[in-house]
């Protein structure tokens, strides 16, 4: 009776860390999940455009993916995908971590109760083979609702994990048990403790590193004893720029052994006015920091030697000189124009060693091996034209012009559709009167036998965005076929 009494408390417990994490800003905006495919189907290549998480070992690129797993093994030509099906967790991936043959990766989906919308983990699995078979864990703590896993690191047998709700977690079994470790002196309560709500980890040749809604800690011995760095508005210029860590990394370069946080305010709770977005680097330990990319909300952060890049809401940034100028990087388009990364927000980005960058974002993938002047763009989507499909579709479908595929303050979408032989294309908007709005293109050569998809920026001839409604697209393929098809526009 009392250990149900217990689990029953604790649910309650986490539930009420819930209602308050939703009128906070908590959550880690960077983990996206694709809600209009479902987990069941197989899909070829690319799982999902949703990529949050990018790592690289022995040859393989791995991506975490709002639908799963997925890895290329030949630089981006094809891909394999994993799901739930093959043994993950149920959802999206939230992190991914790797060591020699064994790589884990935690799940997680959204979830509806009583109080409101949760972000809910769907478990870890680990693969010691490379990924050939996979190991399911449950989610560790006493209910998985907002208690997604945000971070794993491997150190020794060890493996540590991060989430909101259930904090700071180790196992030494392969997850059979857990133990909840509070990165400081106090008992685990992350209902009054700020520094108990985990939301990255890493682990640097023994020394841990932990962040959190109050700060960075640091162990260097496996968690026994804490340091933690936090803002402190008396030492302004010496401190991380905000309280709220959501990613850790690490960089070598000569004699240079820093340690990079996306950091971000956690004002409301924190009553400390001063904080601010940006990022915070150390180079000794942690024990004085400077901050750079003021402004800026940054996911994830990546290095090529001596350059640093920052993955952000408004793109890709890189710094030559330890963050003290940044350049920031165009919007990823293919070489010939044909595809593009339709989002400013970059959710993650690698420098991997076979001289090649890869940005994860919400709308693709993208990779580039000469510094971004030309990138292959990868996208996932149902194939028009075959075993019966038609020959075009819009998506999203609805549309809202303020929602999705936001780029430079436009939201767009696509028509895909598939050429037969190399064509000139014509696709016009109609309301649904049948009264014409607008040209998409006109005229326009395309190649043959590709698929390929126009976008559309919701806006009629005159520039302005178009009623709530339905309307119609025509699209005509010079020596093919006229095809029509319906979209629906929410505001």
Known sequence: MIKVFQIVAAFMCCLCMCSVAQS??????????????????????????????????NGVMWLGAGRGLSKTSDSGLTFESSNRQHGIGRGGVSAIAQRDDIIWVATGFDSVNSIGNFQTGGGLAYSNNFGLNWNFVPQPGPTPISNITFDIALRDDEVWTASFGGGLKKSTDLGQTWETVAPDSFIFNPNSRLNHRVFSVINTDGVLWVGTAK???RSSDGGANWTNFSHDSTRFNQTISGNFVVCLAR??????????????????ESGDDTEFLG?????????????TLSGETVH????????????????????????????????????????????????????????????????????TDNNGASWKIVQSFPPTGRDGEARTYAYPNPFSPNAHNVLNGDGFVRFQY???NDTKITLKIYDFALKYVTTVVENESRIGN????????????????????????RLELEGDGEFWDKLIVLK
């Open 24 to 57: 906070q800003i908590l959550s880690k905006e960077s983990f996206v999940l694709d809600p209009n495919l479902r987990q069941d189907e197989p899909i070829p290549g690319l799982i999902s455009n949703s990529i949050t998480d990018i790592t690289f070992l």
């Open 215 to 217: 700060g960075i800690n």
């Open 251 to 268: 960089q070598q370069f000569g004699n240079q052994d820093n340690i990079w946080a996306g950091t971000r305010p956690t004002t409301v």
């Open 300 to 367: 994830n952060i990546n290095f090529d030697g001596a350059i640093v890049y920052a993955a952000s809401n408004n793109g890709l940034w890189k710094s030559s000189d330890f963050g003290e100028t940044w350049f920031l990087f165009p919007p990823a388009t293919s070489a010939d124009g044909a595809r593009r990364i339709l989002s400013n927000k970059v959710f993650d980005v690698y420098a991997s060693p076979d001289q090649k960058l890869w940005l994860g974002t919400g709308n693709g993938l993208a990779f």
């Open 450 to 473: 590709s698929d390929l998809y126009e976008i559309w920026n919701g806006r009629d001839k005159q520039g302005r965005i178009v009623h709530n409604g339905v309307y119609f697209y």
């Open 418 to 420: 598939n050429t037969l």
């Open 279 to 291: 990022v915070s680097f150390s180079g000794d330990q942690g024990f004085t920091w400077k901050t």
